[in-house]
Nanobody, 114 residues
Framework: VQLQASGGGLVEAGGSLRLSCAAS????????MGWYRQAPGKQRELVAG???????TYADPVTGRFTISRDNAENTVYLRMNSLRPEDTGIYYC?????????WGQGTQVTVSS
């Protein structure tokens, strides 16, 4: 299983980014996918998740600003991030559990300037 995250960058507060995570080596349509982030000096935290049938969940700080979606035909999960804030800065990782094992992408850096 491989997860390849992309789409991070430097953006001003109030701006938007869309992260992508391309998955391979698994039956993508059958798995729950999640986006996590790790800010400097902090623990990794769940940002958003999407089930195999498209049910979504969000952490409180991002509710209403971030949208997670998936394209099973493209084996890709997305994270649309609007109204970005400096506190959204961090490394964003996609992840899944497949065959009782957790898999993580390599992370993509998001930096929001004030």
């Amino acid at each position: 299983v491989q997860l390849q995250a992309s789409g991070g960058g430097l953006v001003e507060a109030g701006g938007s980014l869309r992260l992508s995570c391309a998955a391979s080596g698994l039956i993508f349509s059958s798995v729950h996918m999640g986006w996590y982030r790790q800010a400097p000096g902090k623990q990794r935290e769940l940002v958003a998740g999407i089930s195999s049938i498209g049910t979504t969940t969000y952490a409180d700080p991002v509710t209403g600003r971030f949208t997670i979606s998936r394209d099973n035909a493209e084996n890709t999960v997305y994270l649309r991030m609007n109204s970005l804030r400096p506190e959204d800065t961090g490394i964003y990782y996609c992840a899944t559990r497949y065959g009782s094992q957790d898999y993580w992408g390599q992370g993509t850096q998001v930096t929001v300037s004030s």
